[in-house]
């Protein structure tokens, strides 16, 4: 069983839907990020919390809305997408982010087609 | 600003030969080093890394990979290549001050009998 839990791990939705996905760590960890992977690009960081606070916006367009209750979830709100926003979505955890080194461990990623 | 370089986005090998993957890395001070591995449908899972203890860092399924400062270099490598570990390559990098990763483009590793 991984330690980072990601649902759906396939979305279709329409550029006018609204849905979310979501993340749950069991490691214990106080960091979780979301990270976008596309096709021929880097993974690119989108957020980052610590402690349930944003830490990090890596200047991500407004219709990418993160939401972190607890420490062990993370969700990430979509509306109003584009076709170009079709991608694998990860999410990720780590202990914390100011003991740097740290493993950060990664879930298997929510596929997202923008239709 | 850090960054990775990962040389060639294709590698190919046949099975039991010697598997080189390159990665170059630039940061203004002394960086933390990873690999990670991805295979079909999955998520990325740790290989190794390096924080500055040993310069030669083993990791699992018998990859290792060597942090040269002179070369800005941490290559990856396995002796003898089985099919299994046909799979994307993701090199990193994070500076000392948080766990902020810098990922490479990644290398896809393909495997022939």
């Known amino acids: 069983e991984t330690g980072v839990t990601q649902t759906p791990r396939h979305l279709v939705m329409g550029m006018t839907n609204k849905k979310s996905l979501k993340c749950e760590q069991h490691?214990?960890?106080?960091?979780m990020y979301w990270y976008k992977q596309s096709a021929k690009k880097p993974l690119e960081l989108m957020f980052v919390?610590?402690?349930?606070?944003?830490?990090e916006n890596n200047s991500v367009p407004s219709r990418f809305s993160p939401e972190c209750p607890n420490s062990s979830h993370l969700f990430l709100h979509l509306h109003t997408l584009q076709p170009e926003d079709s991608a694998l979505y990860l999410c990720?955890?780590?202990?914390?982010?100011?003991?740097?080194?740290?493993?950060?461990?990664f879930g298997e990623g929510s596929w997202l087609t923008v239709v | 600003a850090q960054s990775v370089t990962q040389l060639g986005s294709h590698v190919s090998v046949s099975e039991g030969a010697l598997v080189l993957l390159r990665c170059n890395y630039s940061?203004?001070?002394?960086?933390?080093l990873f690999w990670y591995v991805q295979y079909p449908n999955q998520g990325l899972q740790l290989l190794l890394k390096?924080?500055?203890?040993?310069?030669l860092v083993k990791g699992i399924n018998g990859f290792e990979a060597e942090f040269k400062k002179s070369e800005t270099s941490f290559h990856l490598t396995k002796p003898s290549a089985h099919m299994s570990d046909a799979a994307e390559y993701f090199c990193?990098?994070?500076?000392?001050?948080?766990?902020?990763?810098?990922f490479g483009t990644g290398t896809r590793l393909q495997v022939f009998p």
């Open positions: 990720a955890s780590s202990q914390d982010i100011s003991s740097s080194g740290n493993t950060i461990y």
């Open positions: 490691l214990g960890h106080n960091a």
């Open positions: 919390y610590n402690f349930k606070e944003q830490t």
């Open positions: 940061s203004s001070v002394p960086p933390y």
């Open positions: 390096y924080t500055s203890a040993a310069t």
């Open positions: 990193a990098v994070s500076d000392r001050n948080t766990d902020k990763l810098i």
